[in-house]
C-alpha cells in the first residue's frame, strides 16, 4: 500500500500537459475542454463512470484514437506538443518515452511469442541493437517487473502465466525502455486482492525509483487514495474537480464525487435476505469434489496429476448468498466448472435439491445458471437480445419454445432486470457494461432457476454500475427466492451482500462460516493476507492524514511563557 506518496514538487515544470482537449467522434463531442498536468515523480488518478471519457483521454495522448476521431487543443509532452503529429513521429514515442499498460494482457500480448521476444520487440524497435543485447535488456525488465529467470524463463508463453504473472509481462514491455511517462488504464481490473496489490506497488515503485510520473486511469476509488497524488473526475467528458488526493476523495466539493464515494464505500445497499433455515437441506452441497488436472513431463521426467480441487465440501441454501475467495491459481474457476458439468470430477460428489449432478441430467440444467464476468464475451454478437437471453431454453426438457413464445418470455425478463421490452430487437453492442451484465443476468433467469453462479460478475464495473447491479442481485433474490454462489476477488463486495463465505487456497477450503465473522477474525494466513492487501478507501484517507500529521514541524515553544 502506498498511502503515503513522496508527491512532486509543485514548482516541477509539468511533464504532460493537457489544455483545452477536445474530441469528436462523428456527430458527438466525447471530451469538453478537458485541461490536465502531471508532473515527474507524480502519480494522478484519472476516475469517472464508463463513458466519461477517461480511456480515450488516456489514448489521445498516445494518438491511439479511433478511425475518424476528431481532436483540438494541445497535449505536450515536456513541452513539446504531441497533437497534429505524423504517424511516424509517434511511433518514435510510443514505448520509448511513453509507455501503455492495457487493462487485459491477454489480448494485449501475442500468443505466439514467448514473454522474452515480446519485451525484445520494443527495444530492437527503437534501438539498433542484436537479439542477444535486445533479450538481455528484456531480461532485466522482466527483473523488475517481478518475474526473475529462476521461474520465469523468457521462452515462456503467456498462457502459461497466472492473470497477474500477465500483467507484469505488460508492465515489463512498458518500462523496457525507461519512459518518462506511463500510462495504466484498469491494470488491475480482473486480479485478486493480493495480486492488485503487489502489481500497483510494483507500478508506484518504478515511478518513484526513475522519476517519471504515471496516469492512472481506474473506477476503484480506493486504489487511487492509495496510490495517487493527485485526483481529476471526469464525468460525461468534463472535468468536474482536480486536486490532492486527500482533498477531492476526503472532502469532495461536487455532489458527482460524492456519489461516487458512497457507491464505493457501498453504503444504501440493503442487507441480503434471509434464506431458508439451517436445518433446511442444501439446495446445492458438494462433497468431498476432487478435479485433477495432468502436467505433462520432459524428456525425462514422468507426467504428474495436479488436484485443482482438492477435496472440496460447501453448501448452498434457498436464498442464500454464499462467497466463494481466493487467490488468483487458487482453483475458484476450476471448482465453478466441476460443480456445473463442464468439467469431470475424478471424486466426490455434486447434489442439486438432494440428486445427484454430473451435467447431463436434463430435468436438473435448468435449476442452475451462471453469470460470467465478461457478458460481452459470451455472447454471439450477432444475435439480437431475443435469441441472446432465450438461448438456454435450447437445455430445457421439452425443447425451446416458438419464437412468440420466447420473445414474450424475454420481454418480461428485460423489463424485471430493468431494461425495455423494445430492447430484445436490439445487438449486444447497443449496450453499456452495465446493461450487458443485466442482459447476462436475464439470460441466467430465463430458465427460472433456484441457484445462479455469478463468476465476477461486477469486477469490471465502475462503481454507481456495480452498486446498481448488486442492488438488482438483492431484489431478484428476495422476489424470486434466489441463492447465489458469489465467485469474487473484491473482498468488500463479498462482505457486503453474503451471509456465508469460503476462503480457497490452492485447491482447498481453508476457511469458512459466517461472513462478518471470519472477515472480522479471520484464523488462516490467507484470509489475513487478502483482507490486508484489499484496498480500503477509508483506511488509505486516514493512512494519509496520518502521514501527513506526523510531517509537520512540531509547535515552537512559548519561551515568554515559560
Known amino acids: 500500500m502506498s498511502a503515503n506518496p513522496t508527491p512532486a514538487r509543485a514548482s516541477a515544470r509539468p511533464l504532460l500537459q493537457i489544455e483545452g482537449l477536445r474530441l469528436s467522434l462523428g456527430p458527438h463531442e466525447i471530451l469538453h475542454g478537458l485541461d490536465l498536468s ?137 518500462i523496457a525502455l525507461g519512459p518518462r511517462l506511463l500510462i495504466a488504464d484498469e491494470p488491475t481490473t480482473a486480479l485478486d486482492a493480493a495480486t492488485q496489490a503487489a502489481v500497483l506497488s510494483l507500478l508506484t515503485r518504478l515511478v518513484r525509483e526513475d522519476g517519471g510520473a504515471l496516469l492512472l486511469v481506474t473506477h476503484d476509488l480506493a486504489v487511487v487514495a492509495e496510490h495517487a497524488d493527485r485526483v481529476a473526475v471526469l464525468r460525461r467528458g ?30 444504501g445497499l440493503e442487507p ?15 462433497r468431498g469434489l476432487v478435479r485433477e488436472r495432468r502436467r505433462a513431463g520432459g524428456l525425462f521426467a514422468r507426467a504428474q496429476r495436479l488436484r485443482a480441487v482438492d477435496e472440496v465440501s460447501l ?21 465453478l466448472r466441476t460443480l456445473l458439468g463442464l468439467e469431470p470430477a475424478q471424486a466426490g460428489q455434486v447434489l442439486l435439491r438432494g440428486q445427484v449432478f454430473s451435467g447431463r441430467e436434463a430435468a436438473l440444467r435448468p435449476a442452475v445458471q451462471i453469470v460470467f464476468q465478461d457478458p460481452y464475451g459470451s455472447f454471439d454478437p450477432r444475435w439480437r437480445v431475443w435469441q441472446l437471453v432465450s438461448e438456454p431454453l435450447h437445455g430445457c426438457p421439452g425443447g425451446r419454445p416458438d419464437e412468440a413464445q420466447c420473445r414474450h418470455r424475454v420481454a418480461a425478463l428485460l423489463e424485471q432486470v430493468g431494461l425495455r421490452a423494445a430492447d430484445a430487437d436490439r445487438y449486444v453492442h447497443q449496450f453499456s457494461g ?70 480457497m487456497d490452492q485447491g482447498r477450503i481453508v476457511e469458512s462460516g459466517a461472513t462478518e465473522a471470519v472477515f472480522a477474525a479471520p484464523r488462516h494466513e490467507v484470509t489475513r493476507r487478502l483482507l490486508a492487501a484489499t484496498p480500503d478507501l477509508d483506511r488509505a484517507l486516514a493512512a494519509r492524514r496520518l502521514a501527513r500529521a506526523a510531517a509537520q514541524p512540531a509547535p515552537c515553544p512559548d519561551l515568554a511563557a515559560a
Open 315 to 335: 453448501s448452498v441454501r434457498r436464498g442464500e448468498t454464499v462467497g466463494l475467495v481466493g487467490e488468483s491459481g487458487c482453483g475458484k474457476s476450476t471448482l
Open 434 to 503: 452495465g446493461q450487458r451484465q443485466r442482459l447476462a443476468i436475464a439470460r441466467a433467469l430465463i430458465t427460472e432457476p433456484a441457484l445462479v453462479v455469478l463468476d465476477e460478475a461486477v469486477s469490471a464495473l465502475d462503481v454507481s454500475v456495480r452498486a446498481q447491479v448488486l442492488a438488482l442481485l438483492a431484489r431478484l433474490s428476495r422476489e424470486l427466492g434466489l441463492a447465489y454462489l458469489f465467485v469474487s476477488h473484491d473482498l468488500a463486495v463479498v462482505r457486503a451482500i453474503s451471509q456465508r463465505v469460503f476462503v
Open 272 to 286: 441480503p435476505p434471509q434464506p431458508a433455515p439451517p436445518e433446511a437441506p442444501p439446495l446445492l452441497e458438494l
Open 238 to 267: 468534463r472535468l468536474v474537480e482536480q486536486g490532492a488526493t486527500e482533498q477531492v476523495l476526503g472532502h469532495p466539493a461536487s455532489d458527482y464525487t460524492a456519489g461516487l464515494l458512497r457507491h464505493a464505500r457501498l453504503q
Open 38 to 174: 502531471l508532473a515527474p515523480g507524480e502519480i494522478l488518478g484519472l476516475v469517472g463512470e464508463s463513458g466519461s471519457g477517461k480511456s480515450l483521454t488516456a489514448l489521445s495522448v498516445l494518438g491511439l484514437l479511433p478511425r475518424g476521431a476528431r481532436c483540438s487543443g494541445s497535449i505536450r509532452l515536456d513541452g513539446e506538443e504531441l497533437l497534429g503529429r505524423p504517424e511516424r513521429a509517434l511511433d518514435a514515442l510510443r514505448g520509448r518515452d511513453i509507455g501503455m499498460v492495457f487493462q487485459e494482457p491477454m489480448t494485449a500480448l501475442n500468443p505466439l511469442m514467448s514473454i522474452g521476444d515480446q519485451v525484445a520487440e520494443v527495444v530492437r524497435l527503437h534501438r539498433k541493437v542484436s537479439r542477444a543485447q535486445a533479450l538481455a535488456q528484456a531480461r532485466r525488465a522482466l527483473d523488475r517487473a517481478g518475474l526473475p529467470a529462476a521461474q520465469f524463463g523468457p521462452e515462456r508463453y503467456p498462457h502459461q502465466l497466472s492473470g497477474g504473472q500477465r500483467q507484469r509481462v505488460a508492465i515489463a514491455i512498458a
